[in-house]
């Protein structure tokens, strides 16, 4: 079964920094890349940042170039998937998921997602 458990959200001010986590269990994580998408209230889900499973290849939106960062570390079991995330704006307001993604495309490969992670960006 699989299971994605994201957090590391909260409440920040503009120009701060959050780091996200993200335990992926249950599925074929070591060798698939992994991603993370953010919802903003009203908007779709859009893809953040990418990673390939041996870590040498990363994609990024372009609205986060140059301020987020998306690390993993592969274990037998569970892989954990970072968002490193700074100089932070309120347009970074949203709720923060991952989920395994097709490289070609960036899209998720899984149909469920885990309960997400609020982050809260003040002006």
Same mark, same amino acid.
């Given at each position: 079964? =699989?299971?994605?458990?994201?957090? /590391? ?9 959050? %780091? ?8 074929? !994580?070591?060798?698939? @890349? +992994? /991603?993370?998408? %953010?919802q ?6 859009? !893809?953040?940042?990418?990673i390939?499973?041996? %870590?040498?290849?990363? #994609? ?7 301020? !987020?960062?998306?690390? %993993?570390?592969?274990?037998? &079991?569970? =892989?954990? $998937? *970072?968002?490193?995330? &700074? ?9 923060? *998921?991952?989920? @395994?993604?097709? =490289?070609?495309?960036t +899209?998720?490969? !899984?149909?469920? #997602?885990?309960?997400?992670?609020? =982050?809260? $960006?003040?002006?």
């Open positions: 079964q =699989v299971q994605l458990v994201e957090s /590391g959200g909260g409440l920040v001010q503009a120009g701060g920094s959050l %780091r996200l986590s993200c335990a992926a269990s249950g599925g074929t !994580f070591s060798s698939d @890349a +992994m /991603g993370w998408f %953010r903003a209230p009203g908007k779709e889900r859009e !893809f953040v940042a990418g390939s499973w041996i %870590r040498i290849n990363t #994609w990024y939106a372009d609205s986060v170039k140059g301020r !987020f960062t998306i690390s %993993r570390d592969n274990a037998q &079991n569970t =892989v954990t $998937v *970072y968002l490193q995330m &700074n100089s932070l704006k309120p347009e970074d307001t949203a709720i923060y *998921y991952c989920n @395994a993604i097709d =490289v070609g495309t +899209m998720p490969i !899984f149909g469920s #997602w885990g309960q997400g992670t609020q =982050v809260t $960006v003040s002006s």
